[in-house]
């Protein structure tokens, strides 16, 4: 069983920057495929990056390719996503997920993928 807890949200204004983090426990990371989902209000949750078990490959949506980077730690058994350049329509509630097996070179942003959910940071961009 894996736990999940996001950190970082907060509010900044367009054009700044967040990094947001998660944490687990209860397992390792190592095996893990990674992924950072948004959920907007009215909207549904969406994909937005993901980085395999391996950490070599990532993954972005095409609405923050350019703008985000997804990172992993193991040792720490943390994942980031720091965010640059943020848009008003950047705001939304930020989920980090993870789900264990998959092929280590191989991430997706198919909701039901993932196994382990965090509660969710909220990132506001506003002026």
């Known amino acids: 069983q894996l736990q999940v807890v996001e950190s970082g949200g907060g509010s900044v204004q367009p054009g700044g920057s967040l990094t947001l983090s998660c944490v687990a426990s209860g397992s390792s990371f190592y095996y893990y495929a990674l992924g950072w989902f948004r959920q907007a209000p009215g909207k549904e949750r969406e994909g937005i990056s993901c980085?395999?078990?391996?950490?070599?490959?990532?993954n972005y949506a095409d609405s923050v390719k350019g703008r985000f980077t997804i990172s992993r730690d193991n040792a720490k058994n943390t994942v980031y996503l720091h965010m640059n350049s943020l848009k008003p329509e950047d705001t939304a509630v930020y989920y980090c997920?993870?789900?264990?097996?998959?092929?280590?070179?191989?991430?997706?942003?198919?909701?039901?993928?993932?196994?382990?959910w965090g509660q969710g940071t909220q990132v506001t961009v506003s002026s």
């Open positions: 980085i395999s078990s391996s950490g070599d490959v990532s």
């Open positions: 997920t993870a789900t264990p097996g998959g092929l280590p070179y191989y991430c997706s942003f198919y909701v039901a993928h993932y196994h382990y």
